[in-house]
């Protein structure tokens, strides 16, 4: 009994208790601003839902397609390489696998500063532009850092490998007998593929996206780094409200909103990412 | 047939090349400039140099973060995975109360955002009338290892034949000193692995630190963080971020070799004969 207990206690502590503060802020229940009394009131929250031209809303809603673009598109770069990893690889798959997760297990924070070297103004790819003479010396390419293009470069990078693992253990997993009666039945390897391998595989792939859509949701590292004022994403919104521009009520609303948003994505996906945790036994075990 | 023409064949392994390239290339730029004497990480890169690394080992901030990091990630490895121990033990279990319950608590700090748990734990000492402190760094750490400590531990205590504890228990072992000498032993090689992994999780954690952690003893990730904005600490910041990335890369070729022989071993075991005949 005191094995159950005692971590779910510490996840209720640490955890579960912060985000109901968070809740009880948000709705001005609990405040911390010196001289004020704490009253209940949705002031913050209608401000933020229906208020006219809110930019965090705005923020939210840009955030939002920011990370669904690059769960979009982790997928699909990760994609032809779990292809590759199941179907070319062969015999020592486990070890390019290694290969190609091996830097996901190095510090996120020293790749993304990696990043804005190579990006920067005056860094790698400018630098090495000027020296080749295809750009005029001192003239950096605009887009390059500083954009949403460089916060959603990175956060690309930093999620495909991991997004091709769960694709790779479907498309291996795959009976191949299944592509073989494909072929007797006279279809060639596209028609296979479109019909039988991408069909089946579909769970993988809802999965991949999934691991990329929610830890990005609150992503704030990669827009401080390498991000412009315009390409902040909501996550920096919630971190201004609990450091720079301290108000811990509005704040707490975002917070919250992050935490539904993610509730929500698991209504829709969970199914995908559940692993055999609630049964008692593994099978076959 | 093959599920790959020649064409596909060498359509993905080009893709497969250059994406290999593109998932190095950061950490390639960053063991290039390490070693460049020059003041700003541009090309053409300047003469060899170790400067950096001399100069980022004399600066204290930096070394001081770096100790406090390990400490924390080594405290942190400890007990992750000793929560996470008790959490897989009672899951392996064929009959739990509220098992549901359990399972979603341990799994619920992978899906909750870390700005989310790192202002909750910041208003929460606010009402407690604690101040941010490095133990809460910890805690917070914790948190968020825990789940990955389950998930490597369980499916190991699952392959377990439970036989061999009841053999202990039958042969006068109390539950606990089965668990100690019988159980915990064989359980070695995932006990390592949780380790490591909650060890990375702590050193290289930003979003929880940069709220937690007290303004003079900030842990290595915030100093690295800050040090990268100010353009004369960056090349400090590449030489010792090159030693990690190595480190880092060390380990977990390390971690594979550990798991691939452990698993040689178990299935050495497998194939030999049963104790029970002849």
């Not at chain 2, 290999?20 to 300047?46: T, W």
């Not at chain 2, 930096?62 to 942190?76: E, G, Y």
């Not at chain 2, 909750?120 to 101040?131: E, F, N, P």
């Not at chain 2, 202990?168 to 089965?178: I, N």
Request: net charge positive.
């Amino acid at each position: 009994m005191l094995t159950a207990v005692t971590p779910s206690a510490y996840v209720v502590i640490v955890l579960l208790v912060p985000i109901v503060l968070i809740g009880l802020y948000s709705f001005g229940l609990i405040t911390n601003v010196v001289g004020t009394h704490a009253a209940f009131s949705t002031s913050d929250w209608s401000d933020f839902l229906t208020g006219a031209g809110n930019p965090f809303r705005g923020r939210f809603f840009t955030s939002m397609i920011v990370t669904l673009v690059v769960s979009g598109a982790a997928v699909l770069g990760a994609y032809p390489l779990a292809y590759f990893l199941a179907f070319v690889a062969g015999r020592h798959r486990y070890t390019v696998l290694l290969l190609i997760l091996a830097p996901f297990f190095t510090s996120y924070l020293l790749r993304v500063i990696a990043w804005q070297v190579i990006l920067n103004n005056n860094g790698v790819i400018n630098s090495a532009l000027w020296q080749l003479g295809l750009r005029a010396h001192g003239h950096a390419i605009s887009w390059l850092i500083y954009s949403k293009f460089s916060v959603a470069l990175v956060l690309f990078y930093a999620w495909v490998p991991f997004v091709a693992l769960p694709i790779f253990v479907v498309l291996d997993n795959l009976d191949r007998r299944l592509l073989d009666a494909a072929h007797d039945l006279g279809a060639g390897r596209l028609s296979t593929f479109l019909r039988v391998t991408l069909p089946m595989s579909l769970p993988g792939v809802a999965a991949g996206f999934v691991f990329v859509l929610i830890p990005t949701t609150g992503e704030f590292i990669a827009p401080l780094l390498v991000g412009g004022p315009s390409s902040q994403l909501f996550g920096n919104s919630i971190q201004a409200f609990f450091s720079d521009t301290p108000d811990w009520q509005y704040g707490s609303v975002l917070a919250l909103t992050l935490v539904a948003v993610v509730l929500v994505m698991l209504a829709l996906f969970g199914r995908f990412i559940g692993g055999d945790l609630t049964q008692p036994e593994a099978e076959g075990a | 047939m093959k599920a790959v023409g020649r064409t596909g064949r060498a359509v993905l392994s080009t893709y497969f090349g250059l994406l290999v390239l593109f998932l190095y290339a950061p950490l390639i730029v960053l063991l290039v400039f390490a070693f460049n004497s020059g003041n700003i990480p541009a090309l053409p890169i300047k003469s060899f140099s170790t400067k950096w690394f001399s100069s980022a080992f004399s600066d204290t901030t930096l070394t001081s973060a770096l100790l406090r990091s390990f400490l924390i990630a080594a405290v942190n490895g400890l007990a992750a995975t000793l929560l996470g121990v008790m959490a897989a033990v009672s899951l392996a279990r064929r009959r739990l109360a509220l098992r549901t319950v359990v399972v979603t608590l341990i799994l619920i700090p992978l899906v909750v955002p870390y700005i989310v748990l790192a202002v909750g734990m910041v208003v929460l000492l606010h009402q407690l009338g604690i101040a941010t402190s490095l133990a809460a760094v910890l805690a917070g750490h914790v948190v968020i290892s825990l789940p990955y400590s389950v998930l490597v531990i369980l499916p190991r205590l699952r392959t377990l034949d439970a036989s061999i504890n009841e053999a202990a228990m039958d042969l006068g072992a109390s539950e606990l000193r089965a668990f100690w000498f019988v159980t915990l032993p064989l359980l070695g090689p995932a006990l390592f692995s949780s380790f490591l992994i909650a060890f990375t999780i702590s050193f290289d954690e930003f979003a929880i630190a940069s709220f937690l952690a007290p303004p003079g003893s900030p842990t290595y990730p915030v100093v690295l963080y800050s040090s990268s904005r100010t353009p004369a600490l960056l090349p400090e910041v590449i030489a010792i971020g090159s030693i990690v990335i190595v480190l880092s890369l060390a380990l977990v070729m390390l971690a594979e070799v550990a798991r691939r022989t452990a698993e040689r071993r178990l299935e050495a075991r497998a194939e030999a004969p049963p104790l029970t005949a002849g």
